[in-house]
């Protein structure tokens, strides 16, 4: 290993936790037997892997999305680039299964990490350029329920851009299951709950949602679950009496069961950094008076603790205590290529974050990757399997 490798190791250090110190044996051990593989072009500064591990930052995978691609995966399901409609009311036979991938499609590759506002407008703006050409039969679009009903009485709108009717038919649905389920007040919360310090205001707006019968259980039993990860010390915490209005609702002893199984998962006990320190409260109130509109003012408030892991990499701080290194020599360079693996799966809201690092901090290029990309459901399925709760899924890991 001393000579044969030019890339740095990163692996953040728990010491409670034997699943990265496994990790750094096993990362040794195949670098030494494949070195080949790992002999890079020399560069000025070597290449960094930085492994994580997901129990770190439990919340990330818990929190409802206000991004396209982050919110598709969210609630409907990213599975290899493609998404089953199949349950969506009234849905066409050929939009039953529809694929979504920026290689090639070129409105999904422009408007991936836009918000659902932005997107929903700019489905309008291509619509309205179609229209302008047929001004006969130009017609006001000022819903989603207009944009739906003006591509199923064009069925030669429908041959010369599937692309729209398919992203209006996705679209149309996301706005329906927002309606439905309450997520923008839903959203709010878990955002407060996430980046806020206000035990009080938390305490009566989770309970305030659990005794709204049109809050979804997955979405109740998630509101609890961020509430025990983010007070679960607190001295005045209601987690009983939260647990009790679950039970009332009749919500599954498998759901409530999992509550137990995140703290247990993700927990102070067992995460190697604070989620919440008190600097964050001061970078939220910047963030939120930069004068941004809509979902990214109020729900979007939250960053990943990848984002501050890598910013603080790049400035030289991370800690050698509690991200120890492999390598051929010190870590003095600001690295240049950095590969992110999270052990345990990533987002589509850490993938932003990278997508955000890689665009703002010139001459770094980060790469994120993960044993998968989790959204709320297969989150939970992991942390249920790990606690024995049941049988975690068997689908292929979702790929970008």
């Not at 096993?26 to 129990?55: A, G, M, N």
């Not at 590969?339 to 993938?351: D, K, Q, R």
């Amino acid at each position: 290993l001393q000579n044969k490798t030019t890339m740095f190791i990163l692996l953040k250090h728990k010491p409670i936790n034997s699943k990265i110190r496994e990790t750094e044996s096993e990362t040794e051990q195949i670098i030494t037997k494949e070195y080949e593989l790992f002999d890079f072009r020399k560069t000025e500064v070597p290449p960094l892997l930085l492994i994580l591990d997901r129990s770190d930052d439990a919340i990330t995978p818990l929190l409802n999305q206000w991004t396209y691609q982050a919110m598709v995966h969210e609630l409907l399901g990213l599975n290899n680039n493609r998404i089953d409609l199949s349950r969506v009311p009234g849905i066409s036979k050929d939009l039953r299964e529809v694929v979504l991938s920026a290689e090639n499609d070129e409105f999904y590759a422009n408007n991936l990490y836009l918000n659902f506002a932005e997107i929903g407008t700019n489905i309008k703006n291509l619509m309205e350029d179609f229209q302008k050409k047929k001004p006969k039969g130009q017609q006001k679009l000022e819903s989603i329920s207009d944009m739906k009903a003006f591509v199923d009485n064009y069925p030669q709108f429908k041959k010369m851009s599937g692309t729209v009717s398919k992203h209006v038919t996705v679209v149309g649905e996301l706005s329906r299951l927002v309606s439905e389920r309450q997520l923008m007040e839903v959203s709010e919360v878990e955002q407060e709950l996430a980046c806020q310090n206000d035990h009080s205001s938390a305490q009566q707006d989770v309970r305030r949602l659990l005794q709204n019968p049109r809050v979804a259980e997955l979405d109740a039993v998630r509101l609890v679950m961020l509430y025990a990860l983010r007070y679960e010390r607190h001295s005045s915490s209601i987690l009983p009496s939260l647990m009790d209005e679950l039970n009332r609702r009749g919500v599954s002893e498998k759901h409530c069961k999992m509550v137990q199984a995140m703290i247990d998962y993700g927990g102070k006990r067992v995460r190697g950094s604070d989620l919440i320190t008190a600097t964050d409260a001061v970078a939220i109130t910047k963030q939120f008076f930069k004068g941004l509109k809509g979902v990214e003012n109020v729900y979007t408030q939250h960053q990943p603790l990848l984002h501050d892991t890598l910013d603080q990499l790049i400035k030289g701080r991370l800690k050698d205590s509690q991200f120890p290194y492999l390598g051929p020599s010190s870590l003095r360079d600001r690295p240049q290529d950095i590969i992110v693996f999270i052990i345990g799966g990533a987002t589509y809201e850490e993938a932003l974050t990278v997508y955000n690092l890689n665009r703002t901090m010139p001459g770094v290029r980060i790469v994120l990757g993960g044993t998968t990309i989790h959204n709320t459901k297969s989150f939970l399925e992991e942390v249920t399997s790990a606690a024995g709760l049941g049988h975690g899924s068997s689908r292929p890991p979702t790929r970008r």
